[in-house]
């Protein structure tokens, strides 16, 4: 059985504050894209995982699945699984996140474990904090520290083309989160976005990683003006980066605009909806 495991961008991402645990809660839009991770189970008599294009620790999204529904559920889990990488990695596209939570659902088909929706939302959070929106999908607003998920209307997405543009280095959350410290929103300050629906005012959807990542990697800021000279409606970070993207009306201009970062790795994506 071969699975598909799709990447997010975040449309617009506000740090609220550190809780006491360590955590952050967060507002952002989350925009699942067609651009996949693919995940082969195999019937086997033992466990075994591997991971094909890229080289990913032992302890990982997917054997953090497969040892939380054997405890879980009381189980040996065996098969093998091969995942083959596509979503490039430390991107802020959430490709660890997404093969975790494919992996439990699948798991949970594959078995006939029955597993609620509830079930496997608990267990999605503690493999990561971007695991649980992978749970649903689709286009969401995500909140707390990513465990609560409310659909929106996001009528104006529908017919929009993303180019994901990769640059050669990534970004490590922990050390944009330790950054940004210094501009986290006065508890009194309640941040929203605007609705997704008749005209967007796309610059109110802010990332508040930008300004920290930009000043230690200029080169993003390079290819956010790039985006808008290429005729992008809206360009901005995925998550703490890497990646940068554009919002695109138009498949031709999106296809168009590719040409415009030739020494990058790119994409030309579109909304799961």
Same mark, same amino acid.
Request: glycine fraction near 6%; aromatic fraction near 12%; charged fraction near 20%.
């Given at each position: 059985?071969?699975?598909?495991?799709?990447?997010?961008?975040?449309?617009?991402?506000?740090?609220?504050?550190?809780?006491?645990?360590?955590?952050?809660?967060?507002?952002?839009?989350?925009?699942?894209?067609?651009?996949?991770?693919?995940?082969?189970?195999?019937?086997?008599?033992?466990?075994? +995982?591997? !991971?094909?294009?890229?080289?990913?620790? #032992?302890?990982?999204?997917? *054997?953090?699945? %497969?040892?939380?529904?054997? @405890? &879980?559920?009381?189980?040996?889990?065996?098969?093998?699984?091969?995942?083959?990488?596509?979503?490039?990695?430390?991107?802020?596209?959430?490709?660890?996140?997404?093969?975790?939570?494919?992996?439990?659902?699948?798991?949970?088909?594959?078995?006939?474990?029955?597993?609620?929706?509830?079930?496997?939302?608990?267990?999605?959070?503690?493999?990561?904090?971007? +695991?649980? !929106?992978?749970?649903?999908?689709?286009? #969401?607003?995500?909140?707390? *520290?990513?465990? %609560?998920?409310?659909?929106? @209307? &996001?009528?104006?997405?529908?017919?929009?083309?993303?180019?994901?543009?990769?640059?050669?280095?990534?970004?490590?959350?922990?050390?944009?989160?330790?950054?940004?410290?210094?501009?986290?929103?006065?508890?009194?300050?309640?941040?929203?976005?605007p609705p997704l629906t008749n005209k967007?005012?796309?610059?109110?959807?802010?990332?508040?990683?930008?300004?920290? +990542?930009?000043?230690?990697?200029?080169?993003?800021?390079?290819?956010?003006?790039?985006?808008?000279?290429?005729?992008?409606?809206?360009?901005?970070?995925?998550?703490?980066?890497?990646?940068?993207?554009?919002?695109?009306?138009?498949?031709?201009?999106?296809?168009?605009?590719?040409?415009?970062?030739?020494?990058?790795?790119?994409?030309?994506?579109?909304?799961?909806?």
């Amino acid at each position: 059985m071969i699975v598909q495991s799709p990447c997010k961008v975040n449309l617009g991402l506000k740090i609220i504050n550190q809780r006491k645990d360590g955590y952050h809660n967060i507002l952002s839009n989350f925009i699942e894209l067609n651009l996949c991770d693919s995940i082969e189970f195999i019937d086997s008599n033992y466990s075994y +995982v591997e !991971f094909i294009g890229a080289n990913i620790p #032992k302890d990982n999204t997917v *054997t953090n699945a %497969i040892k939380l529904i054997e @405890n &879980y559920c009381n189980i040996n889990i065996n098969h093998k699984i091969y995942i083959t990488k596509k979503i490039p990695l430390g991107s802020g596209l959430g490709g660890g996140s997404s093969n975790g939570a494919y992996t439990l659902k699948t798991l949970n088909y594959l078995y006939n474990l029955n597993m609620t929706d509830s079930e496997l939302f608990s267990l999605s959070k503690e493999i990561g904090s971007d +695991v649980p !929106f992978f749970m649903q999908g689709g286009i #969401k607003q995500i909140s707390g *520290t990513g465990d %609560i998920i409310k659909s929106i @209307n &996001y009528l104006k997405l529908k017919d929009k083309f993303f180019v994901l543009v990769i640059p050669d280095f990534s970004v490590s959350t922990s050390w944009a989160y330790k950054k940004i410290k210094k501009h986290l929103q006065p508890l009194n300050i309640k941040p929203k976005f605007p609705p997704l629906t008749n005209k967007v005012d796309w610059a109110l959807f802010e990332n508040d990683f930008e300004q920290v +990542v930009c000043s230690a990697y200029p080169e993003i800021l390079d290819i956010k003006t790039m985006f808008y000279d290429c005729g992008a409606l809206y360009s901005s970070l995925s998550g703490s980066g890497s990646t940068m993207f554009g919002i695109y009306n138009d498949m031709k201009l999106a296809a168009s605009a590719i040409e415009c970062f030739k020494d990058y790795h790119t994409y030309l994506v579109t909304p799961n909806v």
